[in-house]
């Protein structure tokens, strides 16, 4: 979510490990200093003091905002030697590998056709003419070819002879013909690309971003502002996305993120990720599954408008987690009907929460629900981390989170809350 603003700073909830971050042995409120975060739970648990001493495989959940959640998140252990020449290295070994060719099955499949049949006929004909073998390669390969000089003639009086000549001038036609389809199907796929404005793509470490739609845009926004490196793919591309790609200095594709050749362009087995947003679900899921055959590793975001579907396709296709836009919607939509504010739900540590913005008034302190938990404040239009609500001044905006829990009667606890507000 991004608060205080619609196009403030992108806030999100993570998961981090106190080791892999550089808190084990800190305390709760040393932690949230040192990586300038929120800490909700740990290891489960969301009632703790704040000079609570984090072990080292302590499980922690964090709110804050989605750059700083990447510099707190795991690096993986720095190479021994120059990182310069270790970089340089693997630049070097990474673009060797790029440019080394990947056959064609099909190719290959008639290359071995015709490799065999030219074998068992010079073995046979060479028996025929009772000759070398040069005059049976010439034979095999003039009948292959419908060349036929004539020059060299099987026996008509041997019908062995005419039998083997014709099944080789017919295996010849077949894979010769074949040889010419294929090669044409090379050469109007070279031209449909190259006609679509399609081109390979040579980065690493981007996110290919496939639809750029309402919601694509957004999403290319937001990926921009965190200083990603971007792929999209758009089958229709507007003006404005075309300029965008010219000034903002990322890969627009003309094509169809479905097909095979379109994503073979995306370099996805370098990808940091994929998100697919297309308006049509299935071609979302066509997509993702064509990314996964390519790198069966590497994160997918889909967007799916049904959450039955969704739930779905995350338990016939193993994806982790997958949300519906109803899904993400839905929540704030119930929220606002009991509490003013409301920016949606959150799970973690077993329970649910309710996310929602509360201003505080100018004559009095804050009014806030029972059991509210503080996240973020905004003084100004500015975005800080928050622990405190006594830290809160007159017309501050503040960000809280407030447990759900059901009731006999069938109210909620953010309801039960917004009826008996504490400060």
């Given at each position: 979510?991004?608060?205080?603003?619609?196009?403030?700073?992108?806030?999100?909830?993570?998961?981090?490990?106190?080791?892999?971050?550089?808190?084990?042995?800190?305390?709760?409120?040393?932690?949230e200093r040192t990586l300038g975060v929120r800490v909700l739970a740990v290891d489960g648990k969301t009632e703790f003091a704040r000079d609570t001493i984090l072990?080292?495989?302590?499980?922690?959940?964090?709110?804050?905002?989605?750059?700083?959640?990447?510099?707190?998140?795991?690096?993986?252990?720095?190479?021994?030697?120059?990182?310069?020449?270790?970089?340089?290295?693997?630049?070097?070994?990474?673009?060797?590998?790029?440019?080394?060719?990947?056959?064609?099955?099909?190719?290959?499949?008639?290359?071995?056709?015709?490799?065999?049949?030219?074998?068992?006929?010079?073995?046979?004909?060479?028996?025929?003419?009772?000759?070398?073998?040069?005059?049976?390669?010439?034979?095999?390969?003039?009948?292959?070819?419908?060349?036929?000089?004539?020059?060299?003639?099987?026996?008509?009086?041997?019908?062995?002879?005419?039998?083997?000549?014709?099944?080789?001038?017919?295996?010849?036609?077949?894979?010769?013909?074949?040889?010419?389809?294929?090669?044409?199907?090379?050469?109007?796929?070279?031209?449909?690309?190259?006609?679509?404005?399609?081109?390979?793509?040579?980065?690493?470490?981007?996110?290919?971003?496939?639809?750029?739609?309402?919601?694509?845009?957004?999403?290319?926004?937001?990926?921009?502002?965190?200083?990603?490196?971007?792929?999209?793919?758009?089958?229709?591309?507007?003006?404005?996305?075309?300029?965008?790609?010219?000034?903002?200095?990322?890969?627009?594709?003309?094509?169809?993120?479905?097909?095979?050749?379109?994503?073979?362009?995306?370099?996805?087995?370098?990808?940091?990720?994929?998100?697919?947003?297309?308006?049509?679900?299935?071609?979302?899921?066509?997509?993702?599954?064509?990314?996964?055959?390519?790198?069966?590793?590497?994160?997918?975001?889909?967007?799916?408008?049904?959450?039955?579907?969704?739930?779905?396709?995350?338990?016939?296709?193993?994806?982790?987690?997958?949300?519906?836009?109803?899904?993400?919607?839905?929540?704030?939509?119930?929220?606002?009907?009991?509490?003013?504010?409301?920016?949606?739900?959150?799970?973690?540590?077993?329970?649910?929460?309710?996310?929602?913005?509360?201003?505080?008034?100018?004559?009095?302190?804050?009014?806030?629900?029972?059991?509210?938990?503080?996240?973020?404040?905004?003084?100004?239009?500015?975005?800080?981390?928050?622990?405190?609500?006594?830290?809160?001044?007159?017309?501050?905006?503040?960000?809280?989170?407030?447990?759900?829990?059901?009731?006999?009667?069938?109210?909620?606890?953010?309801?039960?809350?917004?009826?008996?507000?504490?400060?």
């Amino acid at each position: 979510m991004q608060f205080p603003e619609p196009d403030g700073p992108l806030t999100g909830f993570a998961t981090r490990t106190a080791a892999s971050c550089g808190v084990g042995g800190e305390t709760v409120a040393g932690a949230e200093r040192t990586l300038g975060v929120r800490v909700l739970a740990v290891d489960g648990k969301t009632e703790f003091a704040r000079d609570t001493i984090l072990a080292g495989q302590a499980e922690m959940v964090v709110y804050g905002d989605v750059a700083g959640l990447q510099s707190s998140a795991p690096r993986r252990p720095a190479t021994r030697g120059h990182p310069a020449l270790g970089r340089r290295l693997s630049s070097l070994l990474h673009r060797g590998r790029r440019q080394s060719p990947r056959l064609n099955p099909i190719l290959v499949r008639l290359a071995l056709a015709a490799l065999i049949v030219l074998v068992l006929g010079t073995w046979y004909f060479h028996a025929v003419f009772k000759g070398g073998w040069l005059d049976a390669v010439y034979f095999v390969v003039a009948t292959m070819t419908t060349t036929g000089y004539g020059d060299l003639t099987p026996d008509r009086s041997h019908p062995a002879e005419i039998v083997s000549a014709m099944a080789l001038m017919l295996a010849g036609t077949i894979i010769t013909g074949l040889f010419i389809a294929f090669g044409a199907s090379l050469l109007t796929r070279v031209h449909w690309v190259r006609m679509q404005g399609l081109r390979p793509v040579h980065r690493r470490g981007h996110i290919v971003v496939c639809g750029a739609g309402s919601i694509g845009s957004e999403v290319i926004d937001l990926l921009l502002a965190l200083g990603k490196h971007l792929v999209v793919v758009e089958i229709s591309p507007d003006t404005a996305i075309v300029e965008r790609a010219r000034e903002q200095r990322f890969d627009l594709l003309t094509g169809d993120a479905s097909r095979d050749a379109t994503l073979d362009l995306c370099n996805l087995r370098a990808a940091h990720g994929l998100i697919a947003v297309t308006n049509v679900d299935t071609l979302n899921l066509e997509i993702a599954l064509g990314a996964r055959a390519r790198n069966p590793t590497m994160p997918i975001v889909l967007r799916i408008a049904e959450a039955s579907f969704a739930a779905s396709i995350a338990r016939h296709f193993e994806f982790e987690t997958t949300y519906s836009a109803a899904a993400l919607a839905a929540p704030a939509f119930v929220g606002l009907s009991h509490l003013p504010g409301s920016r949606g739900r959150v799970a973690f540590a077993g329970r649910e929460f309710a996310v929602s913005e509360v201003v505080v008034a100018e004559d009095g302190p804050p009014v806030v629900p029972r059991d509210a938990i503080l996240l973020a404040a905004s003084r100004q239009g500015g975005f800080a981390i928050a622990g405190d609500f006594a830290e809160l001044g007159p017309c501050d905006r503040a960000l809280i989170i407030v447990p759900v829990v059901q009731f006999p009667e069938g109210e909620d606890a953010l309801a039960a809350a917004a009826e008996s507000p504490s400060a």
